[in-house]
């Protein structure tokens, strides 16, 4: 995941905490892929970039960090 000011996480788990696809060997990739998480509060960058920061469900990133500032048009139900 590339946060909100471009700094790339990364997730490492079983499939099921990011998709509901079966993945399989056969799987062609990418993936389409998410990680749920709940909203913890928003703002507005001094460019207007609307943020909104984010906590994980039932995941954190290879570096222990679960709250992240994300682009709102990052986010879907």
Known sequence: MTDASGRTWLFVDKPPIFTNQVI?????????????????????????QAVVEVTTVD??????????????DQLFD
Not at 59 to 72: I, K, P
Request: net charge neutral; glycine share 12%; aromatic share 10%.
């Open 24 to 48: 399989s060997p056969a799987t062609p990739f990418p993936v389409a892929a998410g990680i749920r998480c709940e909203i913890a509060g928003r703002y507005q960058r001094d460019d207007g």
């Open 59 to 72: 995941v954190d990133s290879l570096y222990g960090q679960h709250r992240f500032g994300v682009n709102a």
